[in-house]
């Protein structure tokens, strides 16, 4: 596979990787922090952990046998490989307290899953999530997650990529049809347009040809304007976003009224309309279900999300 470096960047079948610099073991999304607490290895006593830069870690091997010990999966053993060097690695998210976060953000994130021909060693295995309440009520959440790698014996380091996906302001509306559209250079086409027996839309989209693997999106079924749909109506017909979300906050503020006035809250969720989302490196079709009837979607209405892979680099396999 062919790779263009770039000052501080790699960029890998179009798709651009950033690098953090060495010894540099987490980076910050619009929200939160990753960070890499370290590795460990297997040992009769348990888990035998060290930081990222090999030195000897408290914090880690804490960590990393409390995973072991309970973990939210249900896991109980992994599997090892023989002849090989069985690591984890622990991954910690948590809240960014700095000035400079973002608000308001629309992003995703997570491990970047290798495409076909890419190497990645690491495997999520299990999460361990804790959430302090505050005294205004915010509460912070803290996520420790166990990731599962076999290595060669001459192996010594390792990197852990991890995708964010930012979704500007930006949207595009199509027309519910089969054919091509092209959204920034790229061009993918509709190739399939169905019912199931709910009556729910199923549309399957494929990728034709690539200019920026950045892209990703966030499609919604969407009214003759191109008006994206958020919820139904008391009928079941489908409403577009705005007037949903105002559905919601009237119905919440009279149910917080009925609470305070002694009287019992008959508030239930509303049921939202399903989004779909396509990947521009993903070139296999994808088939996406709205919980809409076919008759009541004239356009999709595509938020366009621009993706960032960050790599953490030189993540030691041993300890020092």
């Not at 922090?33 to 040992?43: D, H, L, N, T, Y």
């Not at 959430?131 to 390792?158: A, C, M, P, R």
């Not at 989209?205 to 139904?232: H, M, R, V, W």
Request: aromatic share 10%; hydrophobic share 30%; with cysteine.
């Amino acid at each position: 596979m062919k790779s263009v470096f770039l000052i501080g960047s790699v960029v890998v079948a179009g798709l651009e990787f950033l690098q953090i610099p060495k010894r540099s073991y987490f980076l910050n999304t619009p929200q939160n922090r990753i960070e890499i607490i370290g590795v460990c290895k297997f040992a009769d006593s348990g888990a035998v952990c060290w930081g990222p830069n090999g030195d000897p870690s408290d914090e880690a091997t804490k960590a990393g046998n409390q995973l072991l010990t309970k973990n939210d999966n249900g896991h109980s053993e992994i599997r090892l490989a023989f002849n090989r060097k069985n690591r984890l690695l622990l991954v910690k998210e948590s809240p960014r307290t700095d000035e400079e976060r973002p608000y308001p953000f629309n992003y995703t994130g997570g491990k970047y899953e290798a495409n076909s021909g890419e190497s990645d060693h690491w495997i999520h295995f299990c999460s361990r999530e804790a959430v302090t309440w505050n005294s205004d009520q915010s509460f912070e959440k803290i996520t420790h997650s166990l990731y599962v790698g076999k290595f060669s014996k001459q192996e010594t380091q390792s990197s852990f990529r991890y995708q964010v996906t930012n979704f500007d302001s930006k949207k595009v509306d199509i027309p519910l049809r089969l054919g091509t559209f092209r959204v920034e250079g790229n061009t993918y086409s509709i190739l399939k347009l169905t019912s199931d027996s709910s009556r729910a839309t199923l549309v399957t989209i494929a990728t034709k040809s690539i200019k920026n693997s950045n892209l990703t999106f966030q499609i919604s079924p969407a009214d003759e304007s191109g008006e994206a749909y958020g919820g139904f109506d008391i009928n079941g017909s489908p409403i577009v976003e705005s007037e949903a979300q105002n559905r919601i906050y009237d119905t919440v503020q009279q149910s917080i009224k009925d609470q305070m006035a002694g009287k019992k809250s008959t508030w239930t969720p509303p049921m939202t309309v399903t989004k779909g989302y396509l990947d521009s490196n993903i070139l296999i079709p994808t088939t996406i279900r709205f919980n809409v009837d076919r008759s009541k979607i004239s356009r999709l209405s595509l938020l366009v999300g621009r993706r960032t892979v960050t790599v953490i680099e030189s993540i030691k396999l041993d300890p020092k």
